[in-house]
């Protein structure tokens, strides 16, 4: 069922268990009513990726996901020959070529005669459809996710564009394949690398960044209905507090959730700088950034009130 409304986005993303600012709610409405994709980039792990099955969720689609890498190309993306079914089929009607070439007199009518039932090998019997054909050729419309599409090839993105613009693909050997239900896209994005311009031309552009301090409690309290508010908010203000830090990553929804589950899992009720501290391999991902918290981490207790 489509949207309606912004609003109604919004509510249906919530009971599909996302919460969204209204900008983003906004973005999702736009895309489905005009049918085109969006390009959602910002930092790993504020829930761009989460935002494309929740809209599958909503809306009651299927969702296909392609994870982008680098050296992925189209075979991999749109088809694939299944050759060991075709050189099964092949054993299997061997006798019946003296059949086919019954009546030629010369090796150059055989060949040709052969020739005219090739079409009896490359047909859509034989292919094994990847993400990209899925999407176009499923009766029932679906939501397409291309998951980080910066790692891959800029050839490969120059492929995009044309699926993108048209929602068609050409297979040589049996021909041009429309969509059959226009599909709603969702491309990601970490900024491995700058998308080019004719992509996001294609695209509505929509940037998650880390979610404000009363967004992101009322995330953890949907996801980790057992947890304390109390605990919801320190955590979620300690999260905040460690963000401000010259970090090589620094911490994201993700990584907020992780750690609200570890501290449910140590039965703590509050936090406290002890139980920060040993933590921490839950926040951070990097030693160094777990020395630099550590570094800190009085002056963060303070600021937050903890003992």
């Known amino acids: 069922m489509n949207y ?13 268990d996302y919460i969204c600012s209204k900008e983003t709610s906004t973005v999702v409405f736009l895309a489905e009513a005009t049918q ?16 494309a099955k929740a809209v599958s969720r909503s809306l009651g689609r299927e969702l296909i996901r392609l994870q982008c890498y680098e050296g992925l190309d189209e075979a991999k993306a749109l088809y694939e020959w299944e050759y060991a079914k075709q050189l099964l089929y092949t054993q299997m009607v061997k006798e019946k070529i003296h059949d086919v070439i019954a009546g030629a007199s010369t090796i150059s009518e055989a060949i040709d005669k052969i020739a005219g039932e090739e079409d009896a090998f490359f047909s859509e019997r034989f292919i094994q459809p990847r993400p990209l054909l899925q999407a ?3 009766k029932e419309p679906v939501v397409l996710l291309i998951d980080e599409v910066d790692k891959s090839d800029p050839e ?7 699926v993108l613009s048209d929602f ?4 040589p050997e049996i021909g041009t394949r429309q969509a059959i239900q226009i599909p709603f896209v969702v491309l990601t994005s970490n900024n491995y690398r700058d998308m080019s311009d004719a992509l996001k031309r294609r695209c509505i552009h929509l940037y998650i960044d880390y979610p404000d301090r009363n967004l992101e409690i009322t995330i953890v309290l949907l996801k980790i209905p057992n947890i304390k508010e109390r605990l919801a908010e320190q955590l979620v203000d300690t999260i905040r507090k460690i963000r401000e830090l010259d970090l090589k990553k620094k911490p994201s929804i993700s990584e907020t959730l992780d750690w609200a589950k570890s501290l449910i899992a140590l039965q703590a009720d509050e936090l406290s700088t002890e139980l920060i501290i040993d933590t921490l391999n839950v926040i951070c991902k990097y030693k160094s950034d777990i020395e630099r918290v550590k570094a800190q981490i009085k002056t963060i207790s303070s600021q937050i009130g903890l003992k």
């Open 4 to 16: 309606k409304s912004v609003s109604e986005v919004k509510e249906r993303l919530a009971k599909a």
């Open 36 to 51: 085109k994709p969006i390009l959602v980039e910002g930092p790993a792990g504020v829930g761009k990726t989460e935002l």
């Open 136 to 138: 176009i050729c499923t």
């Open 156 to 162: 490969f993105e120059a492929f995009l564009l044309e």
């Open 168 to 171: 068609q693909v050409s297979i």
